[in-house]
Nanobody, 124 residues
Framework: QVQLVESGGGLVQSGGSLRLSCAGSGRTFGLYAMGWFRQVPGKEREFVAAIDWSSNTAYHADSVKGRFSISRDNAKKTVYLQMSSLKPEDTAVYYC?????????????????WGQGTQVTVSS
């Protein structure tokens, strides 16, 4: 089992940047694929990006491709989401997830463990 804690959210102007971090616990962190999702009130949780356990493969939703980048540091048990060129429609609660499914090249990827989320608000 792994516990996840997100940080780095906040208020940013349109066109700005933020880096989200997700710190994991547990000795098996490096064996999990990791992902980021986001959710706005009244809508389903949306896939943003995922990365396999060895960082060989990263996959991003079309809506963020070219603007967001997922990465991980297994030694630090941390996964990151670098967000740039932010838009008001990126406003959401962002969740980190860890999953045993290492096939991350699909927006259908889902995690088995979830963090509590961090709010990102982009003002116009």
């Amino acid at each position: 089992q792994v516990q996840l804690v997100e940080s780095g959210g906040g208020l940013v102007q349109s066109g700005g940047s933020l880096r989200l971090s997700c710190a994991g616990s547990g000795r098996t962190f490096g064996l999990y694929a990791m992902g980021w999702f986001r959710q706005v009130p009244g809508k389903e949780r949306e896939f943003v990006a995922a990365i396999d356990w060895s960082s060989n493969t990263a996959y991003h939703a079309d809506s963020v491709k070219g603007r967001f980048s997922i990465s991980r540091d297994n030694a630090k048990k941390t996964v990151y989401l670098q967000m740039s060129s932010l838009k008001p429609e990126d406003t959401a609660v962002y969740y980190c997830a860890a999953g045993t499914d290492n096939r991350v090249t699909t927006t259908r990827w889902r995690g088995d463990y979830w963090g509590q989320g961090t709010q990102v608000t982009v003002s116009s």
